[in-house]
């Protein structure tokens, strides 16, 4: 009598989807310890760079080459990884090598999401101080508690501001929306290849920066003044500014949409 039962199917394409999977597994952790070791390596050029002297006092960060290295990768990128999630790595890397160089403490006055937009910027691991008010964010980095400021475009400070100890150095976020924060430091900003002045100048001066050829950008306007955002670094003593009775309070690095 033959056999009438229904064979079990067999699954050939089991151990082969085993197999492709681990192979991809070992793929990615060869490229993770190949990511390692240059991290190693990018950390050990770091640590001489720090032990060389070249950088002289002060805060490490420079806020003008980390936006040029994120202006390279970017550009470079591809794939289906988000340019964000780029950004975010390099930023938590760049916090991390920057912190072993000099100590990277800073006072802030800001909302909450101000203070995610700093923390996004600066590391999750960064000592944040929240202040009560600006003066007492600028006092802390007078009494030599804090090595940097972070400040919102509301407040008294902009129109009060003489840049002598301290000059804005960012702009915040560097990529994408997001509440506004500046970050001053001791260092005098450093060129991106692509920059933006932050000046204050009377509202009535607003025309002539523009006749100038410095058409500004309204960030803020309060008692007659006006914080506006110019192309290019321009310098303090610039004829320009001075006749219309504009201040530059710093520069930075132009932000990126996302």
Known sequence: MPDTTTPEPRNDT??????????LRAEIDALDDAMHDLLMRRADV?????????????????????????????????GKLPRTAL?????????????????LSVAAWLPEDGVEVLRAHLGLAAPIRRCGNEAAAIAAFEAGTAALVALPAAGRWWRTHTPSRLHVVARLPFLG???????????????????????????????????????????????????AELPGMLNAGDPRLASL?????????????A
């Open 46 to 78: 770091v640590a001489r760079l720090a032990a060389s002297g070249a950088k002289g006092n002060g805060p490490a960060i420079r806020p003008g080459r980390e936006a040029a290295i994120l202006r390279r990768l970017l550009g470079r990128h591809g």
């Open 245 to 257: 009775g504009a201040s530059v309070l710093g520069a930075y690095a132009a932000p990126l949409a």
């Open 14 to 23: 089991m151990p082969a989807t085993d197999a492709a999977i681990a192979a």
């Open 177 to 227: 929306a997001g509440t506004t924060v500046f970050l001053l430091s001791p260092t005098q900003p450093d060129a991106s290849g692509e920059d933006h002045s932050l000046v204050r100048v009377p509202v009535s001066g607003a025309a002539g920066l523009a006749a100038a050829g410095l058409t500004p950008v309204e960030i803020a306007r309060e008692d007659g003044l006006l914080l």
């Open 87 to 103: 950004v975010r790595l390099w930023r938590e890397l760049l916090a991390a090598t920057t912190s072993m160089q000099a100590p």
